[in-house]
């Protein structure tokens, strides 16, 4: 089996690879742990999206695997230090959707500014409540960016381009990084330092032991009363029940989440039923636009792979290695 494919993946690009190679797809697969134990063995390389759990166990019973296309950015559901231990490669076109995500950040917080779901709703329920759906500008007011990677990067920029104030905590940027200057930025030695002064925070951080639960009861206490929290991240980093608690006091104004702890989740919370709350289905990187590039990156690089060159896209290493 030259190619496995463990979730629901379609694109022309896996239609090119399946007449050259030998890909086998099983959407639900994903959802079973010994089926996929017992496919992994066979495969020389395995798509997966972020279903798809390859843990160190995983990838040591498969002794064929060359490596492992990533359709997305987000790593934390693959053990890229156990791939390459075991000389797997692991590939993830990182800037594939980052203009998508961005776009979608900046969407939510001009829908959260303007009360763009409330006011949808009510007029089509036959309303005409103009003074119910009185927003706020973003002129003038300070977003907190909590990362500032490629993403966080171009939200800065398009963030600028209405006026807004950038303070940005991210402890892997400099003090004197000229990215800082060109945005006209203020870098915060600490996150509470950050929160503390905006009317909408982002988050664009990728989900690590460090960041689970970055965003806490104690976080959103630190966040300025009223203001808005955006998450088009990993829902990992945030506290769902902590993030409910703060809506619900007013400490928040309201929230834009794409992203869910579970996805999809499992039961109905509070967080349905708030109208200051805007939830989407992990759409960032759902454009067009987005889903061409990646899946072409990634399809590329697996047929690289399999071609014995190296991969473009490869965030551990861009050939096969010796296993340990």
């Not at 806490?216 to 009363?225: C, E, G, I, V, W």
């Not at 992203?259 to 039923?273: D, F, G, I, Q, Y």
């Not at 590039?293 to 590329?300: I, K, L, Q």
Request: charged share 25%.
């Amino acid at each position: 089996m030259d190619i496995l494919i463990s979730e629901d993946l379609e694109a022309p690009a896996i239609q090119r690879l399946a007449q050259k190679y030998s890909v086998v797809r099983e959407a639900r697969l994903w959802k079973s742990p010994n089926g996929l134990r017992e496919k992994i063995r066979e495969a020389r390389t395995i798509m997966v999206r972020n279903q798809t759990q390859l843990t160190a166990e995983l990838l040591g019973a498969a002794p064929q695997l060359l490596g492992i296309g990533r359709v997305g950015v987000g790593l934390d559901n693959i053990d890229v230090a156990a791939a390459t231990r075991l000389g797997i490669v692991v590939m993830a076109p990182l800037n594939a959707n980052a203009v998508s995500v961005a776009d979608l950040t900046l969407g939510l917080i001009l829908a959260l500014a303007r009360k763009i779901p409330v006011a949808d709703r009510s007029t089509k329920a036959g309303g005409w409540d103009r003074k119910g759906c009185t927003g706020i500008e973003l002129d003038g007011k300070t977003l907190a960016i909590c990362g500032l990677g490629r993403i966080g990067r171009l939200v800065a920029l398009r963030a600028k381009a209405f006026g807004i104030r950038l303070a940005v905590f991210d402890p892997f940027v400099k003090a004197d990084a000229p990215i800082l200057a060109e945005l006209n930025a203020t870098l915060c030695d600490k996150l509470e330092q950050a929160l503390s002064q905006a009317d909408f925070v982002t988050v664009h951080s990728p989900l690590t032991p460090e960041t689970k639960h970055m965003f806490n009861a104690r976080t959103f206490a630190a966040m300025k009363q009223g203001a808005f929290f955006i998450n088009t991240s990993r829902g990992g980093v945030m506290d769902e029940a902590a993030l409910l608690a703060a809506l619900q006091s007013g400490q928040l104004a309201g929230a834009g989440l794409d992203v869910r702890e579970t996805e999809p989740p499992t039961a109905r919370t509070a967080l349905e039923s708030l109208d200051q709350v805007i939830l989407t289905p992990h759409i960032g990187s759902f454009t067009t636009e987005a889903q061409t590039r990646t899946f072409e990156a990634v399809c590329d690089d697996l047929e690289r792979l399999l071609r014995g060159e190296a991969a473009v896209n490869s965030v551990n290493m861009p050939r096969p290695g010796k296993r340990e």
